[in-house]
C-alpha cells in the first residue's frame, strides 16, 4: 500500500520561505506523478503545483506561479515543494498526492493522499 507522508509545515512570516516534503513509501516515486494542494479554512482543496512521473513536466497554479517550485529525487523516494516568498493568503493545510498517471490539479485525480501539514504565513 502507497503511503504519502508530508513535513516541513510550520509558522512563517511574510515574504519568508518553507520547504515541504513528501516521502512515499510502498512504492517507487518514479512509478508516480505528484500533486500539490493546499485547502485554507473555510476553502475547498485547490492544486497548485504538480509533477509528471519522469519529473520531466511541471505544472503550476497562477498565483504560485514564480514562487513556488516543485522538485523530486527519485533515490530517496521523496518529493518536494520550495516556496518562497510566501504570503498570508497561502496559508493552509498543504497536501501531497500520487497517482501512476495523472497528473493535473484535479482532488478526484490522485489515488493516494498524505495527511498534510499546516503552513501558516503571519507577522
Known amino acids: 500500500q502507497v503511503q504519502l507522508v508530508e513535513s516541513g509545515g510550520g509558522l512563517v512570516k511574510p515574504g519568508g520561505s518553507l520547504s515541504l516534503s513528501c516521502a512515499i513509501s510502498?512504492?517507487?516515486?518514479?512509478?508516480?506523478?505528484v500533486g500539490w494542494f493546499r485547502q485554507a479554512p473555510g476553502m475547498g482543496r485547490e492544486g497548485i503545483a504538480s509533477?509528471?512521473?519522469?519529473?520531466?513536466?511541471?505544472y503550476y497554479r497562477d498565483s504560485v506561479k514564480g514562487r513556488f517550485t516543485v522538485s523530486q529525487e527519485n533515490a530517496n523516494n521523496t518529493a518536494y515543494l520550495q516556496m518562497n516568498s510566501l504570503k498570508p493568503e497561502d496559508t493552509a493545510i498543504f497536501y501531497c498526492?500520487?497517482?501512476?498517471?495523472?497528473?493535473?490539479?484535479?482532488?478526484?485525480?490522485?489515488?493516494?493522499w498524505g495527511q498534510g501539514t499546516q503552513v501558516t504565513v503571519s507577522s
Open positions: 498526492a500520487a497517482d501512476s498517471e495523472y497528473y493535473g490539479f484535479r482532488v478526484d485525480g490522485y489515488d493516494y
Open positions: 510502498g512504492g517507487a516515486l518514479s512509478h508516480y506523478a
Open positions: 509533477i509528471s512521473m519522469s519529473g520531466g513536466t511541471t
